[in-house]
């Protein structure tokens, strides 16, 4: 059988992984299948830039021409029906069947459906591809109030661009705080102030437990039997691996799609990367760790040696409502020895220690300065010698950005 890598699916780890592949095999036959009527584009940017021109070419991944000189073929609107992993072969919907050599799944996640009544009515959205965005922005009428589901990083972006365009926004959250993932309670209380001081109206500990309207929506009704009347409902409630596919294969899968530290999946020639892989019994479903996984697929497709996919930090950057804060690494109290928390100025940091190592950072500084505490982080800096039982969080860091000059 000549080469022919196949990857289905052309969100962010599928153009790395094939960018991965081409600088390893120059010649053999690249072919990437996505079902979305685009090319493969910066999907993060439908929240952060909801009313910007998301049909730009600014907002692709790579160009056309890109594609063309490295002879990858990308098929748009062409969904894969199904995997035939014992004569390795996969099928489109217009029925035509292909070989592969190696096979690599990078079929994304979807938006976990809200569930509740009324959740079919007109008017309710989320967003998850370009379509879901412009869907929104087409019915939006001006004046009438949005109620965003959902408080974490995506529902909050969400409801920053919408009342950033003039809409009402209501934000419910299910728990006691907004950004429970990435913020400690402090910043989650400031960031809440910060909102409602900004006109938005934020509901915590409350869930939606119907949506209201005829035809279209007109309210919802959350758990506590109040009511609020809107035009419109954006659910952001996490998500869910796109295993379907590979359900009738024998290919594992659990959340997601199951793979080694190598990427493989339990099938062989087959591989798995970005938000459908499951590994250590985690599914990232992060824009970086998407990255990473493609770019070691691919390789691992590839090369005769294979590499290991290392976990990047996690870091969450959020820029919205005047504010610019960040979130690196494990910023679970329960999980770290001691924290040391300052606020100067009124901007406020928290760093979280455990075996003498900084493992996570909570700052208001600003985006850019999350560069050395990313960094401290990943390399694991030491943190012996210093004092952190009573020493300032500057003198730590001082400390900390001293010793990383010596390692980087
Ligand atoms: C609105 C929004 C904002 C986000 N913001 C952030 C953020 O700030 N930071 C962060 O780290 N992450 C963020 N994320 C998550 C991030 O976008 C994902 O982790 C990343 O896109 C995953 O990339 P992927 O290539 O694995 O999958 P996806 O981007 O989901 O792409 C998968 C593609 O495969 C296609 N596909 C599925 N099944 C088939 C099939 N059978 N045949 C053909 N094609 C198929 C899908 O249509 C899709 O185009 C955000 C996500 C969304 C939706």
Redesign the pocket.
């Known amino acids: 059988m000549s080469k022919h890598y196949v990857i ?8 790395h992984a094939a960018k991965a592949i081409r600088d390893r095999d120059a010649e053999s036959e690249i072919t990437i ?4 009527n685009h090319l ?1 584009y910066n ?6 830039g909801l009313f910007s021109d998301l049909h730009s070419e600014k907002v692709l991944i790579k160009k056309e021409k890109w594609y063309r000189d490295n002879r990858i073929t990308l098929h748009t609107s ?4 199904s995997i035939h992993p014992e004569r390795q072969q996969i099928e ?1 919907a217009d029925g035509k069947v292909t070989a592969y050599h190696k096979l690599l799944l ?6 976990r459906a809200l569930t509740v009544d009324g959740a079919g009515l007109r008017n309710v959205h989320t ?3 370009l379509g879901d ?1 412009d869907r929104l922005k087409d019915s939006l009428t001006s004046g009438q109030r949005v109620v965003v589901i959902g408080g974490g ?2 529902g909050l ?2 409801a920053w661009a919408l009342h950033e365009g003039g809409y009402p926004v209501t934000i419910v959250e299910a728990a006691p705080r907004l950004m429970a993932r990435q913020l400690d309670e402090a910043s989650s209380e400031k960031l809440r102030l910060i909102l409602e001081q900004s006109g938005v109206q934020v509901k915590l500990h409350a869930g939606v437990t119907a949506i209201t309207g005829e035809e279209a929506v007109s309210g919802v009704v959350l758990d506590d039997a109040t009511s609020i009347s809107c035009g419109h409902v954006v659910y ?1 409630i996490g ?1 869910v691996p ?1 295993t ?2 590979v359900q009738e294969t024998g290919i594992r899968t659990r959340a997601g799609v199951l793979v080694n530290s190598h990427l493989e999946t339990s099938a062989p020639h087959i591989y798995a ?5 499951e590994l250590d019994g985690l599914v ?7 990255i990473e ?2 770019k070691v697929a691919g390789g691992n497709m590839a090369a005769a040696e294979p590499a290991a996919y290392r976990r990047t930090v ?4 959020f820029n919205a409502f005047g504010i610019s804060l960040f979130s690196i690494g494990n910023t679970d109290e329960r999980q770290c020895d001691r924290t040391v928390a300052a606020e100067v100025d009124g901007v406020y940091t928290r760093i979280y220690v455990k075996d003498n190592r900084l493992t996570g950072a909570i700052s208001w500084e600003g985006a850019a300065a999350s560069l050395l505490y990313k960094s401290a982080v990943e390399q694991g800096v030491s943190l012996e010698g210093l004092d952190v039982e009573n020493g300032s969080l500057e003198a730590i860091m001082a400390g900390v950005a001293a010793r990383l000059e010596e390692i980087l």
Not at 33 to 36: F, K, Q, S
Request: with cysteine; proline share 3%.
């Open positions: 289905v699916g052309s969100g962010v780890a599928a153009v299948y996505g079902e979305e493969p999907r993060i940017k439908l929240t952060k062409s969904r894969v029906t489109t990078c079929m994304g996640a979807r938006n967003i998850r591809e965005a990083v995506q972006e969400t952001s998500i796109n379907d596919l990367a970005g938000d459908i892989a990232e479903g992060l824009w970086g760790g998407a996984q493609g996690p870091v969450t950057l």
